[in-house]
């Protein structure tokens, strides 16, 4: 089955936005998104197909070369509510595949998208490689997220991220956005001084190997990662744009860019969120976990923090003995479930004592049940 395809509309035209989502009514995967957020969101939501909608021709033309610029294999259409021949040729010249005048040309606009669909389709036909085969250039990024502490957020994103080394061929990075605290240090055996604050010095042009330079690699599956200073004063020095060129940067580098955050929401976490394709919501299965993720989903709309097929849950210890079942909380939360992660207290707390991974070597036989069940989770993400 073909992926569906998604699709970006970039106006502030309110009646050109109106004719063009009319074309779009049989799509499902649109998003609208203003002019001066478009480079973000393209970054971001990585659409297939982008149509730009602009009664300047200037403007136009400038967001268009930089849409193509972000990334030159995205399809764009431009569409205008006049004809003008000399815009029609300069966003041809910049990156534009078609250009439309609506409402006049509306059938042969919506006659467009689907040859652009067929045409994108051959393409994904064609590219179609070995399962686990990555390609650098476009790493996906995903947070662990939870509103209430002691979730059990950075247990899940290190084990998460080792496992996925382990058991692919990706370029894993895992990035520990618990700045003044830290804690993924706990959990894969790490102890150094490079840490996230000395990319500070080249954040305007960084690139891949500033970060090489900076990460430590987990000795068992060679995981890149890094460090939180585990320093208040240190965490101050890091804002909103450091973090979104650390992750853009980032993801042009690896395969899967992991984030843990913390359980309180500041101007990081918030920026972290909206750069991630995926976002991991860690729980009990107890009535405050409950709670919180209702105060979470109300903060996440007040910040305007788009969730929608964005967010999944993932169940922590799981067991007999949980106050209420997966069940109770799918009739409550209507969000997909990612994976239940058992209750492991005997094979998990001496592992955590002695800074022990969960995991160090891509087959092995003994690992724990919560070591198991992280597997196939990440089994299910590769597939």
Same mark, same amino acid.
């Given at each position: 089955?073909?992926?569906?395809?998604?699709?970006?509309v970039?106006?502030?035209?309110?009646?050109?936005?109106?004719?063009?989502?009319?074309?779009?009514?049989?799509?499902?995967?649109?998003?609208?998104?203003?002019?001066?957020?478009?480079?973000?969101?393209?970054?971001?939501?990585d659409p297939?197909?982008?149509?730009?909608?602009?009664?300047?021709?200037?403007?136009g033309?400038e967001?268009?070369?930089?849409?193509?610029?972000?990334?030159?294999?995205?399809?764009?259409?431009?569409?205008?509510?006049?004809?003008?021949?000399?815009?029609?040729?300069?966003?041809?010249?910049?990156?534009?595949?078609?250009?439309?005048?609506?409402?006049?040309?509306? *059938?042969?606009?919506k006659?467009?998208?689907?040859?652009?669909?067929?045409?994108?389709?051959?393409?994904?036909?064609?590219?179609d490689?070995?399962?686990?085969?990555?390609?650098?250039?476009?790493?996906?990024?995903?947070?662990?997220?939870?509103?209430?502490?002691?979730?059990?957020?950075?247990?899940l994103?290190?084990?998460?991220?080792?496992?996925?080394?382990?058991?692919?061929?990706?370029?894993?990075?895992?990035?520990?956005?618990?700045?003044?605290?830290?804690?993924?240090?706990?959990?894969?055996?790490?102890?150094?001084?490079?840490?996230?604050?000395?990319?500070?010095?080249?954040? *305007?042009?960084?690139?891949e190997?500033?970060?090489?330079?900076?990460?430590?690699?987990?000795?068992?599956?060679?995981?890149?990662?890094?460090?939180?200073?585990?320093?208040?004063?240190?965490?101050?020095?890091?804002? *909103?744009?450091?973090?979104?060129?650390?992750?853009?940067?980032?993801?042009?580098?690896?395969?899967?860019?992991?984030?843990?955050?913390?359980?309180?929401?500041?101007?990081?976490?918030?920026?972290?969120?909206?750069?991630?394709?995926?976002?991991?919501?860690?729980?009990?299965?107890?009535t405050?976990?409950l709670?919180?993720?209702?105060?979470?989903?109300?903060?996440?709309?007040?910040?305007?923090?788009?969730?929608?097929?964005?967010?999944?849950? +993932?169940?922590?210890?799981?067991?007999r003995?949980?106050?209420?079942?997966?069940?109770?909380?799918?009739?409550?939360?209507?969000?997909?479930?990612?994976?239940?992660?058992?209750?492991?207290?005997?094979?998990?707390?001496?592992?955590?004592?002695?800074?022990?991974?969960?995991?160090?070597?891509?087959?092995?036989?003994?690992?724990?049940?919560?070591?198991?069940?992280?597997?196939k989770? +990440?089994?299910?993400?590769?597939?």
């Open positions: 089955m073909s992926k569906p395809k998604s699709l970006v970039i106006t502030e035209d309110t009646l050109l936005k109106k004719q063009i989502l009319e074309g779009l009514k049989d799509y499902q995967n649109v998003e609208v998104v203003e002019p001066f957020d478009a480079a973000k969101e393209i970054d971001r939501l297939d197909i982008a149509i730009v909608a602009r009664s300047n021709s200037e403007q033309v967001l268009v070369q930089s849409l193509h610029a972000i990334n030159s294999s995205l399809s764009i259409l431009f569409v205008s509510d006049a004809p003008d021949f000399m815009l029609l040729r300069e966003v041809i010249r910049v990156g534009a595949i078609d250009f439309f005048v609506l409402p006049d040309e509306l *059938e042969l606009f006659e467009s998208i689907k040859k652009t669909e067929r045409f994108i389709e051959n393409n994904r036909k064609r590219q490689g070995v399962q686990q085969s990555f390609k650098k250039g476009r790493g996906q990024v995903i947070s662990f997220y939870s509103g209430k502490g002691g979730s059990g957020t950075t247990f994103s290190t084990g998460y991220s080792q496992t996925l080394k382990l058991d692919s061929t990706a370029q894993v990075l895992f990035i520990d956005l618990n700045l003044q605290f830290g804690g993924a240090e706990a959990f894969l055996g790490l102890d150094g001084n490079r840490t996230i604050v000395d990319l500070k010095p080249v954040i *305007e042009e960084l690139n190997s500033h970060i090489k330079n900076v990460t430590q690699k987990e000795t068992h599956s060679n995981l890149e990662v890094l460090m939180s200073p585990r320093d208040a004063e240190s965490a101050e020095i890091i804002n *909103e744009e450091f973090i979104s060129r650390l992750i853009r940067t980032c993801r042009l580098s690896y395969d899967y860019v992991i984030i843990d955050l913390p359980a309180y929401m500041n101007e990081v976490s918030l920026t972290a969120l909206e750069e991630s394709d995926l976002i991991y919501y860690v729980m009990n299965l107890d405050p976990s709670r919180v993720f209702k105060s979470a989903e109300e903060l996440f709309n007040r910040l305007s923090v788009n969730t929608e097929n964005r967010l999944e849950l +993932v169940f922590n210890q799981v067991g003995d949980n106050e209420l079942s997966v069940s109770d909380f799918k009739q409550l939360i209507e969000k997909p479930v990612a994976a239940e992660i058992s209750r492991d207290f005997k094979g998990i707390q001496s592992l955590i004592n002695n800074s022990t991974p969960i995991r160090k070597q891509p087959n092995e036989k003994k690992i724990t049940s919560a070591a198991k069940d992280l597997k989770w +990440v089994a299910n993400t590769l597939n």
